[in-house]
Structures are given as structure tokens and as C-alpha cells.
């Protein structure tokens, strides 16, 4: 009988995570960051119609990069997750605390005990309202998670953002417009390409609206707000 | 693949991820254990248990959408269980659900059908039509039918905007999950047979707003006045019928300040009529 080469834990690890690391630098970045009346989410996207960023419960958004197909199937989980606690107790008991740690949960254990682990990077974003402060975790594709302050970003590259965002002063969160020039100058200057409204997805949680927070900004929205 | 952890379904509905993984939650959830002693105790079926159950409801179109209206009485036989109970539904930003039935599973159906539609607009990024909304509805409704036979009956009627045809549309159920379309207007529950006499006589095709709503307030007026189980306005306690307007312009909640002041006229009318 042929015997299986051994491969030690941390050998194996390591392949497993420069190979989802591998998947998810392909991805373009995402930006989530603080404004004056909520959380303000910018994608690379130049699909209309396929989205990275999507609205999960009244508070709560979600931002997936790396693979479409994986993070699509863990957006749809998690709006499974915050319905169905929101239908069996209250809709102010669904928090993106308890669905982040099951992400985190989730992408831990498929990348310890699966073949392949998930190529995705994704983030969970929570806005206060009456007093409440934001919340946004960053989940990675081995289930570590990040509780970030400020800003989070996501995706293919999402250091060299997080560099240029921590130069700023962001102590006040900004308005709507500056947030959004910011965060598309950092995409255009880490990408060296311009970019246009119409390769934008952008969507806001603002917590001047009642009930369902969450407003996609269509080009036709944002195009004034980058006017310069 | 599946996630761990995570809740896993593979169709848009959350009543079908309802039934299949928490049975328990659903309307039906009680149906295996009310069935069971029903077989043991056939005599004890239908009728025998004493719900609080929700009475008339009716649904109008005018020119630009539909206006739905309820009374605010529950009765529990020649009780009344309730005076201020709310039959009338925001289901979403262009449809709402009116019921008649028992009182905690029309409601519990109601907030589960609103649950349905926000879970598939976000989970398919767009949301169902005006008709897939009325037919989503029947499922729940015929899915009911268990608890129908325990004298447990859900009757909504529902109406929304169709922003295809840019018209309101108003449908009605039977216990079996039939959905049937009215053109004009309806009414349910026990005082359901006199509004709808009261519309017959008074409806026309392409009303303005404040008629319908004038029509459906004096058609609940009449069916307080030969039903018993029907609330009228109360003006003692100041508790009067809601409304809610559904046009292209979404869905609106009447101001009771607007209904006062419409059975105000109604009753200034009646007085006169009667000295």
C-alpha cells in the first residue's frame, strides 16, 4: 500500500492560506468608512448588476471580496441568519456582533477541516443609532475577525489603502461627499486608473432613515457628489 | 456547498427555510401536535377552542391605487377580546394585508409574509411582483389549512400597487389557498356581506381618493350597525377604524385625525336623518 506523503500541520496551514490569500489579491478593494449620519461602503464594481455590498437587516451591511460564488452563498447565509433571529425574537435583537462571530465561525472550520479553503475577505457593518456606536468587523477567509474603527477595507488591496486612510484625520467623521471623494481617491490612487461613477458601487447605512437603513447610491446619485 | 454554522437553504423563500429547518415557527408548527389529538378526540375539533377572532376588513380601488380599511374589534364569543386591535398591514413600500380569522394566527401570518418579502427582495436583489406577492400569499394561506379544520381560520385579503400595470389590485382567499382577483372592491369577515352591500350601492369605476375613503368608512359604519361583531367608531374612548392608501407613491397611513373628522360628517348626517 502506497503511503500518503506527510505533510506537517503547519505546512499544510500555511499552503491553505497563501492559496485563499492567492484568490482573494485578485479581487478588487472595498472601502467601508464613518461619515457624519452612518457607515458609507465603496466598491470597485464595474457590474451593475452583480453585487459585493448588500443590505442584510435593518442595520446591518455586508461587503464580500475574492471569489463572487463564495461570498454570495455567505451573504445569503447570514440574511437567512438575521431574518430568522429577527422573526423569532425582536428585530433590535439582531446584531452584527452575533452574525459576524458566525462567519467567523463558519470560515474557521471550513478552512481547517475542508480541501479548500474560502477565497473571500468580507465585512460586516453595523450603524448606531440613539447614541449607539458603529460597529464593523472584518472577517478573513481563515475566521479571524477584526473589530475596525473608522474604516475597514477588504480585498486585493487593502493594505496599501488601509496606509493611506490611516494618514488622514478622520478624528470627526466626515460628510457624505468628502467620505466618498476619499474613498475614491485612495481606489484611483492605489488602482493608478481613474474612475468613473458608472464603475462605482456605493451604498450607504444612514441612521437618519427609519426601518430599513440601508440605500444603495446609484450613479445618478453619486455623479453630483464627485462633481468637483 | 454547505456552511457550517450558518443557516443553509438553497430557495429565496423564508417560509419554505421556515418549514423545512424550524417547523416549530411556522403557523402550521402546532398543526402535528393539534392533528394528533384531534384524531384521538374527533368530536373536539372544529370551533371548540376560544380565540379572540378579528372581524371585518374591505379594500376599495380608485383612480390612482386602492384604499384598504379594518375595524378594531376582536370578539371572543359574545365577548369583546379587544377594541383597539390593528387588522390592517404595512406588507411592504407598495402592498398591504388586511385580515379576518383568528387573531394571533392572522397576525403571526401577516408579520411571517412581511419576514417573506423583505428575505427575497434582499436575498434576490429585486423585489417579487405585484401577482407573485398574491400568489406567495395563497401558499401560506392553503399551508393553513390544518389549522383551518381546529376552527384556527386565517382569511387576509391583500392589496398592493402593480407598478407594471400601474394600477392597484385587490385579492381575496378561501381556506384552500384559491386566490381570486377582484376588479372593484371586497370585504371579509362577519360583517363582510353588509360593507360590501354598502359598496355595491355606492361604488364607481375611477373614484377620487377622498371618496373611497369616505365609501369605506361609511360601508364600516353600516356593518357596525347590523353586526355585532364589528366595532363602530368609539367616540367615548376615541378609538376609530384605520386606513392606509396604496398608490405609486408607495403606501400611507390615513391620520385619525382624517377618519374623526370624516365620521363626523357621517354622523352629523345620520343625526338628521333620524330627528
Redesign the interface.
Known sequence: MPMPYYVSPEQMMQDKAEYAKKGIAKGRSIIAIEYVNGILLVAENPSASLYKISEIYDSIAFAGAGKYSEFENLRKAGIRHADLKGFMYSREDVTARSLANGYSQSLGTIFSQEQKPLEVEILVVQVGHNGHANEMYRISFDGSIIDERTFAVIGGKSEAIQTLLKEKDLTQPPELREALSLCVASLEQIGSQKLSPETLEVAVLDRTREGRRFRRLSPADTTPLLAP | ?K???????DNPS?FD??TAH?PA?TPTGRSGFLSSQAAAEPMRGAGSMSVPQATTVLAIKYQQGVVIAGDRRATEGFQIAERRIEKVFKIDDYSAMAIAGAAGPCIEMA??FQ?EL??YE??E?VQLSCEGKANKLGQMVKANLPMAYQGLVVMPLYVGYDLKRAEGRIFKYDLAGGRYEESDYHAIGSGGKDARNTMREHFLKGMAEPDALRLVLLALYNAADDDVGTGGPDLVRGIYPTAKIVNAGGITDVSEQQIRSIYDGLIVTRRSKEA
Do not use: C, D, Y
Open positions: 456547498m456552511l457550517p454554522f450558518l443557516p443553509n437553504h423564508f427555510f421556515l424550524h415557527l408579520k411571517l419576514v423583505e428575505h434582499k436575498i436583489g
